[in-house]
């Protein structure tokens, strides 16, 4: 079992950056695969960024590619979301989530964990 709970979010011009920090509990967190989600009002929710149990295998959906950038931190039990050049249309609810396997992949139910969410607005 792992707990997730979401930081970092806020309003934001766009353009602008927000880094969104998860925190995870327990003492297996290199156990899982990381991930983020977001859901905007009215649309289904859908994947943002993934990072492998090491770390070392990164993935990210096509609309944040180049823009938004994910890493882990195994000893601090964090996952980090580092989003860059944001557009109004990031404006979502940002969710962190965790699969008990190596890698994860872009589908909901690959993944076992989920946080709260934490808001993130970009206004034009």
């Known amino acids: 079992q792992v707990q997730l709970v979401e930081s970092g979010g806020g309003l934001v011009q766009a353009g602008g950056s927000l880094r969104l920090s998860c925190a995870a509990s327990g003492r297996t967190f290199s156990s899982y695969a990381m991930g983020w989600f977001r859901q905007a009002p009215g649309k289904e929710r859908e994947f943002v960024a993934g990072i492998s149990r090491s770390g070392g295998s990164t993935y990210y959906a096509d609309s944040v590619k180049g823009r938004f950038t994910i890493s882990r931190a195994n000893a601090k039990n964090t996952v980090l979301l580092e989003m860059n050049t944001l557009k109004p249309e990031d404006t979502a609810v940002y969710y962190c989530?965790?699969?008990?396997?190596?890698?994860?992949?872009?589908?909901?139910?690959?993944?076992?964990?989920w946080g709260q969410g934490t808001q993130v607005t970009v206004s034009s």
């Open positions: 989530t965790a699969a008990k396997t190596a890698y994860s992949g872009t589908y909901r139910n690959e993944y076992d964990y």
